[in-house]
Every structure is written in structure tokens, then in C-alpha cells.
């Protein structure tokens, strides 16, 4: 993970220290075990600790021992065992990591990792969430024409789009906390095949505890990896949430839209070489992570097949996708809540694309409505309404005018005059139009609509 797109405290986190401090902590939980079950001599448990008490696993040291056993966990008992010596708790230096393998300490200690990991990325998309409804109450009538298949559609409101968007987020939310409480609480201590030969399930559930982990039911070396699947596709299921956000904004961010802008610092710049560039930078870098976490969610696909007990194709994967996923996802989430709350929003220019750079022709459905419950057919007011939007369209007349001279027949009435102009205004009359399902998502209208100066 690059230190560029890296928000703390996840360097802390995902630091080898950090994960070094794990592998202790699992190896005391296992002590402490086994001491409350009397497998331990008696005083082992409180000497092993007084020597470990403020201990930081020295790295270089550890370091050191792996470039001559080629074996980083051998390399880091080697390292305890010296320590455990050297402050005076030789004689019991032999019962640290007694009976277990490599992955006993391991998965435990990367699942409380993960964990802890995951939790920030749900607080921090909670936070984005909280950003983005913030936001769409605020521009609950700031009203918009929508567009469909990069054409223009219906008439929507930009605090709609971004409900939807928050809603969005709250299931990536949901996700999360679903791994949470189903796909990360797990871990094993079951020694080489995980069978427990020669060891003592109680251990194992008893140090899990201590750990806040429970046992899972038949594993083998390892932890089985659909588990970690499952959390890098909830975690590039938000990252694509996020992507699509981003990219709606990036299109309204166009100079020939121009309805947002990112927010700016004073001395910021857009371009090397054109000054009057003010390009979309934050939307674009999000984007682009996003396929990131998607690359990472299918490395942990490939993790899932293990042969047998185990092979140590998936750990160097693990070793970059979990702090990778986790650590981008936390900053695009962070990142984008900030953005939004920033963002330069311009409601005039949305009102005037509506009501002028459409021609209108967003109401032909409603008209056409109107026309049926006259009587006439859906074809042939399909038919009238279709040439009409073109013409509007083609020659810049705005459709409200087209329909108030065209007749459906050469002999028969105009639009206006068969629906009445009253009902004719109400198909153009957006507050109206949108009024009831704005209600129905946002609760009753008691704030005034934002200004256009906005």
C-alpha cells in the first residue's frame, strides 16, 4: 500500500511490529491457557510475563534469526526465547510456543488484524454515509434533470440521488458488519493438520477467549480462506459503491455541465501546461482505486482453493490484499465523505438545464398520461408526443409552446385545448410531479426549496 492513499492509523495497524505484537499476544493467551488448565509448572505463567512485561519484539533481531532459518515464526520464538533468557526466565523459555504450529499463532493473531482493520472501514463509511444524507437533505429540492443512458429522462432531485447513494453505502455497512460478526470472529488453534493430535481442544478455546475469538468448528493448518473472501468482496462491493458515486459526480463536473465542482484549495492546480484547468482529481484517483480493491477481492477468491492442509501459495497474498483492501477502502471512504461535504454544488445551473436545456421535453410522459385519460390511445399519444419532442429539440422550442398549438388531428382540437390548460401546466409543474416521492423518502416538506442562487 502506497503511503500516498494511506490515512492513519492504518500504518500503525498493518505495521510488522504491529503483527509481531499479534503473534505475542497469542502465544500468552495460549500460556495463560494452559496455566489455567495446569499444564504449565507452577510460577511459569507470572515469570514468562514479568519478562515479557512492555516487550517489544525486536525486529532486527528477529530479522537477523530469519535470514539464517529462512522461517520468519521461527524466527520470532528464537527472538522471545532470547529475551525470556535474557531477563531471568530462562528456565521456562522452552514452554513458549510448546505443542503448537506456525499458524496456531498466525491466523488468530491476522483475524484480530482484519478485524480491527474492518471496523475502521465500516466507522469510516459510516461516516460517509452520515456526509451523504447530511447532503441530500440539505438539496432535497434542488431539482435536476435526470439522465438515462447519457441522455436526458426525467426530473429528479440531486439530494435523491444522493439518498441513493447514502442508502447504498448503509448496505456496505451492513455487509461489513455481517463479516464482523460471522467471518472474522473465528480462529483455531489445532495444531499441524488441525486434528488437535497431541493437543487439548480446552486450550484452544479457553487462549480464543482471552483473544475475544471463537473456536471454529474442523479446520486444518489454517483458517480456511472463503472467510477472508467474503470480507474482500464486502470491501470491493464499497469500493464500488463509492466508484459510482464518484463517477456520476465526474460527469456533473464536466465543463459542458458544469452542476458541481470538487472542492479547491487557494494554490491548487488543475494542469501543467493549460491554467484554466480545473480537473476533477479526487473523483478520478477514487476510480481508480476502486479497481484496486476489486483486484484484491479476486486474489482472495484464488486464496480459497488450499490443497488438502495447506500450501503457502495464499500467505504472501495475504500478506499485501488484507492491509491493501483494508487500507484503501478506509481512505476512499474518509476521503470522499470529506469531499462531499465540500462539494461545490450549483442549483442554478441544474434549474436551468431542466427548465431550459431540456425544451421541457422531460414532461412528455405526463402529457401523454393526460391525453390517455381523454381517450386517446397510448400509441397514437406516443406517436404525437415523440415528433413533437424532436421538433422542440431540433428547433430550440420549448414543448410547453409546441403543445399548445398542435392538434392530434388534422380537424381536431390542439393538446391544450382537450386536456384544459390547467391540466396541460400541471404536467410541467416539477414540484408537483416529484412532490409525493420526495414525501414518501424524505418525510413530510417542511423546508423551503434551495435557492437558485444556490
Avoid at 519478562?51 to 528464537?78: K, S
Avoid at 473472501?229 to 459510482?244: C, D, G, N, P, R
Wanted: aromatic letters at 6%.
Amino acid at each position: 500500500m502506497l503511503p500516498r492513499y494511506t490515512l492513519s492509523p492504518m500504518p500503525v495497524l498493518w505495521s510488522d511490529q504491529a503483527a509481531k505484537q499479534g503473534w505475542l499476544e497469542v502465544e500468552l493467551a495460549v500460556l495463560r491457557a494452559r496455566a489455567e488448565l495446569g499444564q504449565l509448572p507452577d510460577g511459569a505463567l507470572p515469570t514468562i510475563v514479568g519478562a515479557l512485561d512492555g516487550y517489544t519484539v525486536d525486529l532486527q533481531r528477529l530479522a537477523e534469526f530469519e535470514a539464517e532459518f529462512d522461517h520468519d515464526m521461527i524466527a520470532f520464538i528464537v527472538t522471545v526465547q532470547e529475551r525470556l533468557r535474557a531477563a531471568g526466565a530462562g528456565r521456562y523459555a522452552e514452554e513458549f510456543h510448546r505443542g503448537l504450529t506456525s499458524y496456531d499463532v498466525e491466523d488468530p493473531a491476522s483475524m484480530r488484524q482484519l478485524r480491527q482493520a474492518v471496523v475502521m472501514d465500516r466507522d469510516a463509511l459510516i461516516v460517509l454515509q452520515l456526509s451523504l444524507k447530511d447532503m441530500a437533505r440539505k438539496h432535497r429540492t434542488t431539482f435536476m434533470i435526470g439522465r438515462t443512458h447519457g441522455q436526458y429522462a426525467e426530473p429528479i432531485s440531486f439530494g435523491h440521488l444522493l439518498l441513493v447513494f447514502a442508502e447504498e453505502i448503509g448496505r456496505s455497512v451492513r455487509r461489513l458488519e455481517y463479516c464482523l460478526a460471522h467471518e472474522l470472529n473465528e480462529g483455531k488453534i489445532s495444531g499441524a493438520v488441525g486434528s488437535y493430535g497431541g493437543m487439548d481442544p480446552r486450550v484452544e478455546a479457553l487462549a480464543l477467549g482471552f483473544l475475544n475469538l471463537v473456536p471454529a468448528r474442523a479446520e486444518t493448518q489454517i483458517l480456511q480462506r472463503d472467510r477472508h473472501a467474503a470480507v474482500l468482496s464486502a470491501l470491493a462491493t464499497a469500493a464500488a459503491s463509492i466508484e459510482q458515486i464518484c463517477r456520476t459526480f465526474w460527469e456533473m463536473m464536466c465543463s459542458d455541465v458544469g452542476e458541481l465542482q470538487e472542492p479547491r484549495r487557494p494554490k491548487q492546480r488543475g494542469s501543467s501546461a493549460m491554467a484554466h484547468k480545473r480537473n476533477p482529481i479526487l473523483t478520478e484517483r477514487l476510480q481508480g482505486m476502486a479497481r484496486l480493491v476489486r483486484a484484491d477481492a479476486l486474489c482472495g477468491f484464488e486464496n480459497v482453493a488450499t490443497p488438502e492442509c495447506r500450501d503457502i501459495s495464499e500467505s504472501s497474498v495475504g500478506r499485501h490484499v488484507y492491509p491493501r483492501a483494508t487500507t484503501y477502502v478506509h481512505y476512499m471512504a474518509i476521503t470522499l465523505a470529506v469531499m462531499v461535504q465540500k462539494l461545490d454544488v450549483f442549483p442554478y445551473r441544474m434549474r436551468q438545464r431542466l427548465e431550459e436545456g431540456t425544451r421541457s421535453v422531460w414532461a412528455s410522459q405526463a402529457i401523454r398520461n393526460a391525453l390517455m385519460e381523454k381517450g386517446v390511445s397510448y400509441d397514437r399519444a406516443y406517436e404525437v408526443l415523440q415528433g413533437l419532442c424532436q421538433t422542440a429539440v431540433e428547433t430550440g422550442t420549448d414543448l410547453r409552446r409546441l403543445c399548445r398549438g398542435a392538434q392530434l388531428e388534422p380537424d381536431g382540437p390542439t393538446i391544450e385545448r382537450l386536456i384544459g390548460p390547467g391540466r396541460l401546466a400541471n404536467c410541467f409543474d416539477i414540484e408537483a410531479y416529484l412532490g409525493p416521492g420526495l414525501e414518501r423518502m424524505f418525510g413530510p416538506m417542511r423546508e423551503p426549496a434551495a435557492s437558485a442562487a444556490g
